[in-house]
């Protein structure tokens, strides 16, 4: 009985139909738009960047999030990361002076790869940088975001600033360098692999139960459109929160040990779920359930 | 071990009486899965194969199975999978009792995309959780 029980273990390991096929990123990216626009052919394209509330089913869901959408809860946090946007470094500069326009309409290019440096750039990476390189001494630069909430969510809220000075722009994501395309490979193999005592993979959530109700309070949303409203803040946390912090609490509803906030496995994971939602509209930060 | 739909519904009223009646002793629910009163009394701790099956499936940390289920008795439970009934009629049988518990031990023997979770291999439930599970099932 132990012996089958391993081998069906073995066997049991997920292979998607997407995960199965060797593709190229375009050609993942059709397949994926084909498979939201076959399970939900009443939803419009655009409006997968809202979160799980546009799906069939979800009429409540969405009349509670029109309501806080007129005085967001966010803002606070918001207002909290436009003020550490906009304070100058020991040094007289801002963060403004580390991007590219100013910061300003850039956020739909990240996660990118840096040929340079051959490594998954996300905008927190860039941000934390920054501020080192021009000699700011905040406690999120060298906090350990894991397990210090009150820094990580600094982070989230200086995140949130940073993409709101794009918010509108659509995904663009660079693939072109080898190197970006392994990066890419190595998230997609992640986000088909099942993990934890539930024996789920990310598709398994986001893509066979989208719009399905787990545990009868928890709508399940679709992977399209995914990280484009992160940094986001749910009702049940009540502050805006990384997209990696969201990633962890996803590992750890099966039961797995969640992967470490900035790590290069979720820097990854970022990428390949990004360039999915290619064509989208930034609509950071956002209210979530 | 398996019961016809009449003493099914005797015992149903049993236990719906005595737990009117603040009668302590937990006798053998079936048809729905038992309150948390049933499930979490410590004094007297359910005892018999069909409560501890049913107290499992409706413990969310546990047996997990409302998470995506729909069965009697349990007030807030997911529309992920089937609805759990008739399951006694459609599992009748030997045969149809050993493709149930192959399907809660691991149900990738049936379906290997499946979503469910594999409660044997993982150690999610051990082989007495499970023959409990079973027999609880084979009471709707």
């Known amino acids: ?289 | 071990m398996r019961k016809s739909p009449i003493t099914l519904f005797g015992t149903c009223a049993i236990v719906l009486l005595s737990s009117l009646a603040l009668t302590p002793a937990a006798q053998a629910a079936g048809g729905a899965v038992p309150g948390s009163k049933v499930c979490k009394d410590k004094e007297n701790p359910p005892k018999d194969a069909v409560t501890k099956g049913g107290c499992i499936v409706a413990d969310r940390r546990k047996g997990v199975c409302i998470n995506c289920h729909q069965i009697a008795g349990a007030a807030q439970a997911g529309d992920v999978a089937t609805r759990l009934e008739n399951v006694a009629a459609r599992f009748a049988g030997e045969d149809g009792k050993k493709r149930l518990r192959d399907q809660i031990y691991d149900a990738r023997k049936a379906n290997p995309n499946t979503v469910m979770p594999p409660f044997g291999p993982h150690a999610m439930l051990s082989n007495d959780e499970i023959d409990q599970v079973v027999e609880f099932l084979l009471t709707l």
């Not at chain 1, 003020?83 to 580390?98: E, L, M, Q, R, V």
Request: with cysteine.
């Open chain 1, 1 to 289: 009985m132990k012996k089958i029980a391993i081998l069906l273990t073995a066997l049991g390991v997920g292979v998607g139909v997407m995960a199965a096929a060797q593709a190229d990123p375009a050609s993942d990216l059709k397949a994926f738009r084909a498979y939201f626009q076959k399970k939900f052919p009443t939803v419009k394209f655009d409006d997968y960047a809202n979160g799980f509330y546009p799906l069939p089913g979800m009429e409540i869901y969405r009349e509670q999030w029109d309501a806080f959408n007129e005085f967001p809860p966010y803002e606070l946090g918001l207002a909290d990361g436009r003020k550490i946007w906009a304070k100058p470094f020991p040094n007289g500069k801002t963060y403004a002076s580390c991007f590219k326009n100013g910061g300003k309409k850039i956020a739909q290019n990240y996660p990118y790869w840096d040929d340079g440096k051959q490594e998954v750039r996300t905008a927190e990476m860039d941000l934390m940088d920054c501020a080192k390189k021009n000699g700011a001494t905040d406690k999120f630069l060298s906090a350990d975001l894991n397990k210090d909430t009150k820094s990580r969510v600094q982070l989230a809220e200086l995140t949130a600033a940073f993409y709101e000075l794009s918010k509108g722009e659509r995904v663009k994501i660079d693939l072109s360098k080898p190197g970006a395309v392994a990066a890419y490979e190595d998230g997609k193999k992640r986000w088909w692999k099942r993990r934890g005592q539930l024996n789920f993979a990310c598709a398994n959530c986001h893509m066979d139960l989208a719009g399905k109700n787990f545990g009868g309070n928890q709508p399940l949303s679709a992977a399209l459109g995914h990280p484009v409203g992160w940094p986001a803040q749910r009702l049940g946390w009540a502050r805006l929160e990384t997209i990696h912090q969201r990633y962890r609490t996803c590992n750890s509803q099966v039961r797995d040990k969640p992967g470490k906030h900035g790590d290069k496995a979720y820097n990854h994971i970022q990428l390949y779920e990004t360039y999915l939602s290619s064509g989208l509209p930034l609509t950071a930060p956002a209210m979530r359930n």
